[in-house]
């Protein structure tokens, strides 16, 4: 019992994890769970927002280490409030994604935390980048993370259509994210999703208790 307790202090609090982000026809989602756990196993938080607006269009999703996670999101609004100063234009996609490897890369050693990338700008349209513990940087139409993923290659590769409407994506991710849910007992809480276009930015929370159910839980 006590190496049970004193690893879980080791480890820290951890993003036990479902996120994930896909394009749709001019827009992307990107959405999470909401919990926090200890050490894999003890939940300690089941409202931590893990969608994170780091530029008026670009958001990020973490897993792995909240603490690492949450550092390198700081840095990350702060290189990007500086580039879109220095460059008078709103950042590209890109250049965020860019920033989080470069610091995820530079960090390596130091950090245990991954993230995923989406958001639309006026030269490429709708994106989502994966950047993973070791810093590389993947472009991709959809893609998920953490934990509870897992459970749901298999639905999204099946399910996910890049040419779908925003109404049909939106209801892809929040199947997902419930199926992952329902499955990874370290994923949990509501689901948080922004809605990312050219016209702006929704967020939509689903409460667990009015999340799509698949199976007897």
């Known amino acids: 019992k006590m190496e049970k307790v004193c690893d879980a202090q080791i480890k820290g609090v951890s993003?036990?994890?479902?996120?994930?982000?896909a394009t749709f026809d001019g827009g992307v989602v990107i959405g999470s769970d909401s919990r926090a756990s200890i050490g894999g196993e003890y939940v300690s938080s089941k409202t931590i927002n893990k969608v994170i607006q780091v530029h008026d269009r670009v958001f990020?999703?973490?897993?792995?280490?909240?603490?690492?996670?949450?550092?390198?999101?700081?840095?990350?609004?702060?290189?990007?409030?500086?580039?879109?100063?220095?460059?008078?234009?709103?950042?590209?996609v890109i250049a965020a994604a860019t920033i989080l490897k470069d610091l995820c890369y530079r960090n390596k050693e130091e950090l245990q935390a991954g993230f995923i990338t989406a958001g639309w700008d006026q030269k490429r349209g709708a994106q989502v980048y994966v950047v993973s513990l070791g810093g590389m940087l993947v472009s991709q139409p959809v893609t998920i993370g953490?934990?509870?993923?897992?459970?749901?290659?298999?639905?999204?590769?099946?399910?996910?259509?890049?040419?779908?409407?925003?109404?049909?994506?939106l209801q892809f991710a929040i199947n997902a994210l419930a199926l992952a849910m329902g499955r990874d007992n370290v994923s949990g809480g509501v689901a948080n999703l922004a809605v990312i276009t050219e016209s702006g930015v929704e967020?939509?929370?689903?409460?667990?208790?009015?999340?799509?159910?698949?199976?007897?839980?």
């Open 60 to 92: 990020c999703c973490m897993s792995g280490s909240l603490a690492d996670a949450q550092a390198v999101t700081k840095a990350a609004k702060f290189h990007l409030a500086l580039h879109s100063v220095q460059m008078e234009t709103p950042p590209l």
């Open 146 to 169: 953490g934990s509870g993923s897992t459970y749901i290659y298999g639905y999204v590769d099946a399910k996910y259509k890049p040419d779908m409407s925003r109404e049909e994506c």
């Open 203 to 217: 967020h939509v929370v689903v409460p667990g208790n009015k999340l799509p159910t698949f199976h007897d839980d």
């Open 15 to 21: 993003t036990g994890t479902t996120i994930l982000a």
